[in-house]
């Protein structure tokens, strides 16, 4: 059983898993890691009660389970401010790739849209890319005082709480 596990395990993290939740829509995965985390959920499956509830919820956590290489991805998340609603959500189909979509929209206290922002799978990875550049595979970054100027725009318009800063 946990022959099982670490190797699914191990297969996650081999994958180069980010997360939880690093960036608003999953990784894609390539054609043979999609293959290997789908080997690796059919034994952790096989049969379904084969692990207790408590080992079921170590794996989900610990390999981040429900995001990386999955078929279907979607969330939803709300922040009350004091004009209404900001309601982001997130949508990925491993069959569709064209279609994913991160959606940032604001609503007034009566529900009316006032704003509205889809972001498509390339505008999420190049801003991800330019504002981590130290987690991306491309190498160092060409233009550290540009991603610096992009940081003290994000901290203007939203710091970080103290707590977060230290």
């Known amino acids: 059983m946990y022959r099982t596990l670490a190797l699914a395990a191990a297969g996650a993290f ?25 080997h690796h959920w059919n034994k952790a499956l096989t049969p379904v009660t084969k692990h207790d509830r408590a080992t079921w919820l170590d794996v989900m956590v610990g390999t981040r389970a429900y995001e990386n290489g999955i078929d279907k991805f979607s969330f939803k ?4 401010w004091s004009g209404g609603t900001v309601v982001m959500e997130a949508n990925f189909d491993r069959a569709k ?15 009316k849209g006032l704003r509205k922002e889809i972001y498509t799978r390339d505008e999420v990875e190049v801003a991800y890319r330019e504002l981590f550049p130290a987690e991306s595979p491309k190498g160092p970054n060409p233009n550290p005082a540009a991603t610096d100027a992009r940081w003290k725009r994000v901290q203007a318009v939203l710091p970080q709480p103290p707590e977060a800063q230290e």
Do not use: H, I, M
């Open 14 to 38: 081999a994958l180069g898993c980010g997360g939880p939740l690093t960036r608003p829509l999953p990784e894609r995965l390539d054609a043979q890691s999609q293959k290997d985390v789908d």
């Open 77 to 80: 998340s709300e922040k009350t």
């Open 97 to 111: 790739p064209a279609d994913d979509r991160f959606t940032v929209t604001v609503f007034d206290e009566n529900g």
